[in-house]
């Protein structure tokens, strides 16, 4: 196998590493928005998210042979070049792994802050619902104190 063929293997395998790093410090900032609920904040990485998606995306359309032929072309490397381009792809799977786990915190976070959020605007409710009880319902005036007189 030629070098240069070696070299587009790392080089491919290389860049989604990055991206897939760069993926996992976004998730981790994400996942710290959504602890301290700053939602402008969320909004911005996850747009960045979606750029370094959408990289990924076009590098792998772009070469997709790359993919379809690694596990036949990797036994005509050389063991140096065979073993970083795996290394690579093990470092990659591992970082998706944590991106994984980061993404379900974040998920389980959303959703326990949308709970909270739902149990708060049902207290709202009810506390102007027994408002509304206790408050006049007609025009008339009427005493609010047990001393009419005064």
């Known amino acids: 196998m030629s070098t240069r063929k070696s070299m587009n293997y790392h080089s491919f395998f290389k860049h989604r590493y990055e991206h897939c790093r760069i993926l996992l410090a976004l998730s ?3 996942n710290q928005a959504i602890v301290e609920n700053r939602l402008d904040d969320l ?3 996850i747009g960045r998210k979606q750029r370094v998606l959408k990289l990924m995306e076009d590098e792998k359309r772009q070469h997709p042979e790359l993919w379809e032929h690694w596990q036949s072309d990797r036994e005509t490397f050389d063991a140096n070049s065979r073993e970083q381009c795996e290394q ?16 379900q915190q974040g998920t389980s976070q959303l959703q326990k802050n949308r709970d909270e959020t739902q149990q708060q605007l049902h207290l709202v409710s009810q506390s102007m619902q ?7 319902q007609t025009d008339e005036k009427t005493h609010r104190y047990l001393n009419v007189g005064r």
């Open 28 to 30: 981790e900032e994400q």
């Open 43 to 45: 909004l911005s990485i």
């Open 88 to 103: 690579l792809l093990s470092d990659t799977e591992t970082v998706m792994a944590s991106l994984v786990q980061l993404e």
């Open 130 to 136: 027994a408002n509304d009880a206790y408050s006049d």
